[in-house]
């Protein structure tokens, strides 16, 4: 998310400033482009080389510096950014800023920048804790500025309390997470356009065959990706019908919901909505197989051994690839625990999918019962593409993205 994106460091005059310079290292090796601007105090507790080398551009020190690397000259960085991070965040600076203060580089490319500003205050606790400085702070924030509050702890005055800046990896992270949510929020703003009105077949979670009236044959599956996948959707507008099999999860506000047990059930509900669907995501863990004769009472544990007769169950995904017609889309899953793209591969061709997620259920993190998922996803036309971990509402959207491409 921070790939390319400008980021501009404000350092102040504090001991903390030590942790920034950990911190623009991050930002770098993210991909970040980050300029560093020094306040003079903030030169009395790392030098202006550290961050130089560490950053890759020239550290701005003074108003009247020359740097050629930019074209305009005091507002250059503001207009660059896309945000501005002072980090520390000192009293003497939240007071300049609330006045509207422009007395150096740093107050001034806030006032000119409008990019967002996240501001993390480090000092003294009483400092911290003073009603001024606290409405310095509520000004700000009032402004619009993104606040990450000081951490409790022990602080370089020999005090313990409210004040110590948090960890560079803490910072690192409240960046990373705030432009991936505007990324989401982007991405969700181009998909309403894209997904509002089309309607939608989800399924989810997996089925259960009854062998007696209390015990069946199931899989591991929650139900947790193909309930974001219908979220999702819902959310950017689409006609979501989602047909699950049991679950602990609540289906998504919006969706209509249709629950299942077995297999022969949720093909029936399928078949019925599948002629009126624009996409189809079967993401439903189907059991491939029902018992023959299923008991009308609860088998006694008599006998050492229990034989049951299991017949296939019909392959849904690939009556639907049968049935589908022009315009369709139709995508599919393969969890699997080994040859992943071979099998998935397989499975695209054999069953005429327009898409295929596929994921290794061994992997950690991945797979039934978590909360993120590692996936690749395979398209006709012979691509492959390999997401990182992530969470499943986020991968959701990604999903749709790609669906969206193909409509």
């Not at 939608?200 to 996948?229: F, W």
Request: hydrophobic share 45%.
């Amino acid at each position: 998310m921070l790939q390319d994106k400008n980021i501009i460091i404000g350092v102040t005059g504090g001991i903390a400033a030590y942790k920034t310079v950990e911190l623009v290292s991050r930002l770098r090796k993210s991909g970040a482009n980050v300029h560093v601007i020094m306040t003079q105090g903030a030169q009395n507790f790392v030098t202006e080389l550290t961050f130089r080398e560490i950053s890759g551009h020239p550290v701005v020190t003074s108003m009247w510096d020359r740097v050629q690397e930019f074209k305009v000259e005091h507002i250059a960085l503001a207009q660059l950014a896309d945000m501005v991070v002072i980090a520390p965040a000192t009293a003497n600076i939240l007071a300049k800023m609330a006045i509207g203060m422009a007395d150096d580089m740093l107050t001034t490319t806030v006032l000119a920048t409008k990019a967002p500003v996240l501001v993390v205050p480090a000092m003294n606790s009483n400092m911290y804790t003073n009603p001024a400085t606290q409405q310095n702070i509520g000004i700000l924030k009032d402004r619009g500025m993104l606040v990450l509050e000081p951490a409790s702890g022990h602080l370089a005055c020999g005090t313990a309390g409210i004040g110590r800046m948090p960890e560079a990896a803490e910072i690192f992270d409240y960046i990373a997470n705030y432009f991936a949510e505007g990324r989401e929020q982007q991405d969700r703003e181009e998909l309403l356009a894209k997904l509002k009105g089309k309607k939608v077949l989800v399924t989810a979670a997996g089925t259960r065959e009854p062998i007696d009236p209390v015990r069946y044959i199931g899989n591991r599956s929650s139900g947790k990706m193909g309930y974001a996948i219908a979220e999702a959707a819902v959310k950017c507008g689409a006609k979501v019908v989602l047909i699950s099999g049991p679950s602990s999860l609540q289906p998504p506000a919006g969706a209509e919901f249709i629950p299942v047990e077995s297999a022969r059930e949720m093909r029936q509900h399928v078949l019925e909505h599948f002629p009126n669907t624009d996409v189809v995501i079967k993401a439903a863990a189907v059991a491939d197989y029902r018992v023959r004769d299923v008991a009308e009472n609860k088998i006694k544990k008599d006998d050492e051994e229990l034989v049951l007769v299991l017949d296939k169950n019909p392959d849904i995904l690939k009556e639907l690839g049968q049935l589908k017609k022009p315009g369709q889309i139709l995508v599919g899953f393969a969890a699997e625990t080994q040859n992943l793209l071979q099998y998935a591969k397989g499975k695209l061709e054999k069953k005429n999918l327009d898409m295929i997620v596929a994921n290794d259920v061994t992997k950690p993190q991945a797979g039934f019962n978590t909360d993120t998922n590692l996936i690749k996803l395979l398209g006709r036309d012979g691509s492959v593409e390999e997401l990182p971990l992530m969470s499943k509402k986020e991968l959701a959207y990604i999903i749709w993205q790609r669906v969206m491409k193909l409509l």
